[in-house]
């Protein structure tokens, strides 16, 4: 079996596909192209690899109240 990623430009293109399934000649899968789930399985793959320490967190944590509080001062 091959599998094709296919860009339908024209509407009918999507009735000639499904005529194909319908008669068995093909099977159609929808995808969903979520980005934001992409973003978030690379950052998830790179954090598993090279994981924050607590120290780390800690101090961006207080750097970012810093600035915060910094900010409703000035």
Do not use: C
């Amino acid at each position: 079996m091959t599998t094709y990623q296919v860009d339908i430009l024209n509407p009918k293109a999507t009735k000639l596909l499904q005529d194909l399934a319908d008669m068995y000649l093909i099977a159609i899968k929808q995808t969903v192209d979520d980005s934001f789930l992409k973003v978030v399985n690379r950052l998830r793959t790179k954090a598993v690899r090279n994981p924050p320490s607590l120290e780390d967190i800690t101090k961006e944590v207080e750097s970012v109240r810093a600035k915060r509080y910094a900010k409703s001062k000035g």
